[in-house]
C-alpha cells in the first residue's frame, strides 16, 4: 500500500574542512509498505538539493538501509550496521568510487510513517572524509479537504 507522506531528512557530516552545520531537506513523498519490516520511501529531488532531475529511493529492511538514485546522477549506497559497502557513484562529471561503514542504525518506520537514523564513516576514491549522520522523520501527509 502507498500512501503521500512529509519526509524531513537532516543530514551532517564531520570531517576535516567539512562545514558541520546540519542540512535539512523537507518534501512531499510516498510511503510503500513492502511486507511488515521493508518499507520503500521515494521523493523527487529538486534544484535547491543539486540532483534536480532525479528519483530518490529509500528501501528500509530491519537490518539494512539501502538508498538508490536515478537520473541526473545514478548511485547506490548500502548502509548495515557494522559493515563497509563500496558502491560507485555517477555523476555529470564522472564515476567516483565511494565507501561506506555504517556505525550504528535504527529504525521506527511502519504504515503510519516514523523515524529512521544512520551513523556512518564516508571514503570517497578510498580516501576518508569523515563522520556523518542522516535522520529521516516520515509522517502521513494532510489529506485535502
Not at 528500509?60 to 563497509?84: I, K, Y
Not at 556512518?120 to 489529506?143: K, L, W
Amino acid at each position: 500500500m502507498e500512501k503521500d507522506v512529509i519526509i524531513s531528512i537532516k543530514g551532517q557530516q564531520k570531517g576535516e574542512g567539512a562545514d558541520e552545520e546540519p542540512i535539512e531537506l523537507v518534501t512531499a513523498g510516498k510511503l510503500e509498505t513492502m511486507d511488515d519490516e521493508c518499507y520503500t520511501l521515494s521523493y523527487q529531488e529538486s534544484e535547491v538539493t543539486g540532483f534536480a532531475g532525479t528519483l530518490t529511493t529509500i528501501q528500509v529492511e530491519p537490518s539494512r538501509v539501502m538508498l538508490q538514485r536515478v537520473g541526473t546522477v545514478n548511485s547506490q549506497m548500502v548502509f548495515e550496521e557494522g559493515r563497509r559497502h563500496l558502491s560507485m557513484y555517477d555523476t555529470p562529471y564522472g564515476a567516483l568510487s565511494v565507501g561506506i561503514h555504517t556505525r550504528r542504525m535504527r529504525s521506527t518506520l511502519n504504515d503510519d510513517g516514523g523515524e529512521v537514523e544512520v551513523h556512518y564513516a564516508i571514503e570517497i576514491e578510498h580516501g576518508a572524509v569523515g563522520q556523518s549522520v542522516f535522520h529521516i522523520n516520515v509522517r502521513q501527509a494532510a489529506s485535502p479537504q
